[in-house]
């Protein structure tokens, strides 16, 4: 099982990117999918999550509303479209397989994508 993050970059702020998380040798449509990012110096961190039922989770405030989660079953892939970004998103993300809950914690995630890097800068 292998996870692939694409579509990051730099960004100004106000902007937006979507970024993807394909998946070989699983059937993403029945697992659930967490995104996490880490920024520069600190901890990696939960954003949000989707479980199989398509029902989505965030960990904070800071993201609901500006950040989505999708899924297309047929490119076997989940999408993170983040929208009016801010300097505070820049970080490396990563997506994860795993159980989508309440916390979004790393420790509930056992596959991982090697993360693609944002930068929200002007």
């Known amino acids: 099982v292998q996870l692939v993050e694409s579509g990051g970059g ?18 993403l449509r029945y697992q659930d999918i967490g995104w996490f990012r880490q920024a520069p110096g ?4 939960g954003i949000n999550c989707i479980d199989s039922d398509n029902f989505t989770r965030f960990a904070g405030d800071s993201e609901e509303g500006r950040f989505t989660l999708s899924r297309d079953e ?5 999408y993170l479209q983040m929208n009016d970004l801010k300097p505070e998103d820049t970080g490396v993300y990563y997506c994860a397989m795993g159980i989508c809950t309440e916390s979004v914690s790393l420790h509930d995630y056992e596959i991982w994508g090697q993360g693609t890097q944002v930068t929200v800068s002007s």
């Open 74 to 78: 047929a490119k076997n892939s989940v």
């Open 10 to 27: 730099l960004v100004q702020p106000g902007g937006s990117l979507r970024l993807s998380c394909a998946a070989s040798g699983v059937r």
């Open 42 to 45: 600190k901890e990696r961190e």
